[in-house]
T-cell receptor, first 114, second 112 residues
Framework: DAEITQSPRHKITETGRQVTLACHQT?????MFWYRQDLGHGLRLIHY???????NKGEVSDGYSVSRSNTEDLPLTLESAASSQTSVYFC?????????????FGPGTRLTVT | DQQVKQNSPSLSVQEGRISILNCDYT??????FLWYKKYPAEGPTFLIS?????DKNEDGRFTVFLNKSAKHLSLHIVPSQPGDSAVYFC???????????FGQGTRLTINP
């Protein structure tokens, strides 16, 4: 079965360190997204990609970067981790077919920056 | 600015009764709306959606209503079951963009 996976599921890091969160999907979807979930804010879009070599900034992109070298993967990098980036991160993928826009989400990565 | 708002952080409903979750939006360009359900330590899962050309969509116990003039949508769950206890997010998109804007979420608790 097609799926979307994230690793690691939990990560603790120190302020100032570079951290990369992995996202891998086997749906063969062109669209991939990164969100963070914080209490009171719901899910906020960090970066997204509509295909290989395409990346775009979302609502809360400062301090984050992504790269898309193949269809399956969209890693999210925190250049210099800050305590404000402690959050739960979700990756999602989608494909626009038949007028629908559902995104399929991974299980999430809980990141703690100390 | 919060383009999609869920003003009730939590809702408690008795098992067997109707659960009604509400969502308001401000961007009149939104033309497709979705509801997601999220259990703890899991990713959100798609529940039901509606296009702006419709005012109602049903799927089993779940019905979504859209009132475009009021920029309001609601999710009805009938009858409510214990397994429906979760956080529910509404989301909206302008179809061409394909990216979703989410509300803050409503935690639904179904009491036996």
């Amino acid at each position: 079965d097609a799926e979307i996976t994230q690793s690691p599921r939990h990560k603790i890091t120190e302020t100032g360190r570079q951290v990369t969160l992995a996202c891998h999907q086997t749906w063969n979807h062109n669209n991939m997204f990164w969100y963070r979930q914080d209490l009171g804010h719901g899910l906020r879009l960090i970066h997204y990609s509509y295909g290989v070599q395409d990346t775009n900034k979302g609502e809360v992109s400062d301090g984050y970067s992504v790269s898309r070298s193949n269809t399956e993967d969209l890693p999210l990098t925190l250049e210099s981790a800050a305590s404000s980036q402690t959050s739960v991160y979700f990756c999602a993928s989608s494909e626009h077919r038949g007028g629908t826009y559902e995104q399929y989400f991974g299980p999430g990565t809980r990141l703690t920056v100390t | 600015d919060q383009q999609v708002k869920q003003n009730s952080p939590s809702l408690s409903v008795q098992e067997g009764r109707i659960s009604i979750l509400n969502c308001d939006y401000t961007n009149s360009m939104f033309d497709y709306f979705l509801w997601y359900k999220k259990y703890p330590a899991e990713g959100p899962t798609f529940l039901i959606s509606i296009s702006s050309i419709k005012d109602k969509n049903e799927d089993g116990r779940f019905t979504v209503f859209l009132n475009k003039s009021a920029k309001h949508l609601s999710l009805h769950i009938v009858p409510s079951q214990p397994g429906d206890s979760a956080v529910y997010f509404c989301a909206a998109t302008t179809g061409g963009a394909q990216k979703l804007v989410f509300g803050q979420g409503t935690r639904l608790t179904i009491n036996p």
